[in-house]
């Protein structure tokens, strides 16, 4: 088990940036591949970014590409999102997650563990 918990998130205006932090406790953080989904009003979430146990393979949504990098310290057991040139359409709660780095599914899929959000909101 491992449990997580967001934070960083805040309203910034559009071309902004901000970072977001996850910081986990429980379990051995390397034993997880972790990621970042965020959700908008109205709308199902969706993945956004996620990162190897080693922190050497990520993966990212072709709309944050190029404008969101992830990263993670193993010995602070805390991944983060930078995320830059902000977009209004960058508005959601942001949700850390967490799979085992054995698991046979996609960078996008079967996460077991997740924060409980951090809101980003960005201003036209």
């Known amino acids: 088990q491992v449990q997580l918990v967001e934070s960083g998130g805040g309203l910034v205006q559009a071309g902004g940036s901000l970072r977001l932090s996850c910081a986990a406790s429980g379990r051995t953080f390397t034993f997880y591949t972790m990621a970042w989904f965020r959700q908008a009003p109205g709308k199902e979430r969706e993945f956004v970014a996620a990162i190897n146990w080693g922190g050497t393979s990520t993966y990212y949504a072709d709309s944050v590409k190029g404008r969101f990098a992830i990263s993670r310290d193993n010995a602070k057991k805390t991944v983060y999102l930078q995320m830059n040139s902000l977009k209004p359409e960058d508005t959601a709660v942001y949700y850390c997650?967490?799979?085992?780095?054995?698991?046979?599914?996609?960078?996008?899929?079967?996460?077991?563990?997740w924060g409980q959000g951090t809101q980003v909101t960005v201003s036209s």
């Open positions: 997650a967490a799979k085992s780095r054995l698991s046979s599914g996609g960078w996008h899929e079967d996460y077991d563990y």
